[in-house]
């Protein structure tokens, strides 16, 4: 009996049909996609949502790389202002992808053009990418000069307009413009009297927090700088390798002519070794005050701090790298003479070693006194830094962060449009309650009336 159960079970088992292997579903054809976005950005324009462009740009980043000259002629026919636009955005994309920068530069140049015969805020998102581009392709090229002056006629339209999207577009390019050409004086004149609007989107604001950041720094405002790179660090996608690159890059030398080491873990993240090798060195020479392996860092990376504009910021810091070597020779040694500090900070013939000690301690970089004389250091007993004010303005600083996330989060929350209205009520609502409150006045005095009568 055992036997015959087992069987059926077995024939039961074979009975049964295979299971289907999944099928795969296929990717819409880029065509289709297209006619999505189109009709999204209908969409966009009837229920007067901008959101609804933001996730048609995200859409096209998706599939800007299947894009061909065939797919793309079919589909230039447009029936909207913003199908237009949306079209040259498209032939924009595909004409950069493919490295011509000529072409994208006429395109974008005739899209701007075609841009100023409209004012519609509908268009407002992909007018400020058209702008991004046409800044894209200049600098590509090398000309961003020539459209310095278009780009601020285009940011004072939009302020006029009260075209926030455009605003912070317009004045990242256009500092973006300045410190392309070292003219960090014009930009700061820009940023100061320029507001950013309250609506401001999280990448606009990175991209001018990093720039606020590069102007602070070569303007020796060392502390303000830090701060501004560290919130771009913070508030930049995962995605944006490279922006988090160059951030990452000012912010260690941010750092360092603040005094402070970096961390090895930034050195360490996930796609930024490489990139930040350089800094690495530079780091690791100042930590230690090693002159001589700071030079040769200097000498080996110096075409990459050129290209990354950081010399200016890597020639301040040898000053630094001298300090942090006195500091440890000042802890080491109870007495040691100029002739031996000079040797051991690897400095030259040239440099005055004494006068160099002596600003360092009129800095309070190190605590010591000199013996002109003898030509000697005298080192002074470390004091405890708990009995400092630093612990102070380590915890200060933290609860100043604290406090700004948290308003810049109470600024970012959205609420849904005419919500103040919902408490108001209806023209009909209004109308009722005044022919109720009429009859109700009416009705009293009649019953005023009528007991007059009485008495």
Not at 36 to 64: C, D, H, W, Y
Not at 244 to 267: D, N, Q, S, Y
Request: net charge neutral.
């Amino acid at each position: 009996m055992v036997e015959d159960t087992d069987m059926k079970e077995v024939e039961k088992v074979a009975k049964k049909p295979a299971a289907k292997p999944a099928e795969s579903v296929p990717e819409p054809d880029l065509s289709v996609l297209l006619k999505r976005n189109v009709s999204l950005i209908e969409k966009a324009v009837n229920s007067k949502e901008p959101r609804l462009m933001g996730r048609v740009l995200r859409q096209t980043g998706v599939f800007r790389k299947k894009l061909t000259a065939e797919k793309i002629e079919a589909f230039v026919k447009t029936f909207l202002p913003e199908t237009e636009i949306y079209a040259c955005l498209v032939v924009i994309l595909y004409l950069i992808d493919q490295k011509h920068y000529e072409k994208a530069k006429a395109v974008t140049t005739a899209a701007v053009q075609r841009l100023d015969t409209f004012n519609r805020r509908s268009l407002d998102l992909l007018a400020a990418r058209v702008y991004f581009y046409l800044s894209w392709s200049h600098e590509c090229l090398n000309t961003l000069d020539e459209i310095r002056s278009k780009l601020l006629a285009l940011h004072r339209t939009a302020t006029l307009h009260h075209d926030n999207i455009g605003q912070e577009m317009l004045l990242n390019l256009l500092l973006r413009n300045y410190l392309h050409y070292n003219l960090y004086d014009l930009a700061e004149k820009l940023r100061s009297k320029t507001e950013l609007p309250e609506s401001r989107s999280n990448q606009q604001y990175c991209r001018y927090l990093h720039y606020l950041g590069r102007i602070r720094a070569i303007q020796l405002e060392y502390t303000d700088a830090k701060e501004c790179l560290i919130q771009a660090s913070r508030k930049a996608p995962q995605a944006a390798l490279g922006f988090r690159i160059v951030v990452h890059k000012w912010l260690a030398l941010v750092r360092l002519l603040l005094g402070e080491i970096p961390e090895r873990t930034m050195f360490r993240q996930k796609g930024l070794e490489k990139a930040l090798e350089p800094y690495f060195y530079i780091t690791q020479a100042v930590r230690i005050g090693d002159l001589n392996a700071f030079r040769a860092a200097v000498d080996k990376y110096q075409s990459v701090f050129q290209t990354d504009k950081t010399m200016n910021l890597i020639t301040r810091l040898r000053k630094n790298v001298i300090r942090t070597g006195l500091r440890r020779i000042n802890l080491a040694y109870s007495c040691i003479s100029m002739t031996d500090i000079a040797a051991k900070l690897g400095l030259g013939l040239t440099d005055d070693v004494e006068s160099i000690v002596a600003k360092a301690i009129r800095d309070g970089a190190i605590d010591a006194t000199l013996d002109h004389p003898n030509r000697c250091m005298y080192s002074k007993d470390q004091v405890d830094v708990y009995s400092s004010q630093e612990p102070q303005g380590a915890f200060h600083a933290r609860i100043s962060f604290c406090l700004d996330t948290y308003n810049e989060a109470v600024t970012a929350m959205r609420f849904p449009p005419d919500a103040h209205k919902k408490g108001l009520e209806s023209a009909e609502a209004r109308k009722e309650r005044q022919q109720q409150e009429q009859e109700l006045a009416q009705h009293i005095a009649e019953e005023e009336e009528e007991e007059e009568e009485d008495f």
